[in-house]
């Protein structure tokens, strides 16, 4: 089962991080690294980015519609901020699941 469900979220990563979309797969990957484990200094990442999708990693709850105006008025689209959003929220997610299993197999 273990290995099963290791499988679907393999797919997921893949489809999320490396599919076709509007921004670089290279980049999403790294966002959602980044995701994981948020720390200054990732120089892959442009800074006027660096706030919001620390702020998607760490607390969601609290970006609001000026975050997204921000970035927007810096040159993003919607649809490259949906994917960056979900990328980062899927690194956050993934780095959260993979810390309570390890608490279980322990």
Known sequence: MKTKFSEMVGRLASRTLDGP???AAALRREVA???AAPKPG???IP?????YL????MHS???????IAQLKAAGYSEDELYELT??????AGLARLNKGLALLDN
């Open 21 to 23: 979309g509007e921004v």
């Open 33 to 35: 690294e980044y995701a």
């Open 42 to 44: 990732n120089e892959q």
């Open 47 to 51: 800074p006027v980015l660096m706030q």
């Open 54 to 57: 620390t702020k998607v990693a």
């Open 61 to 67: 709850y609290r970006v609001t519609d000026a975050d």
């Open 86 to 91: 979900v990328s980062a929220a899927f690194g």
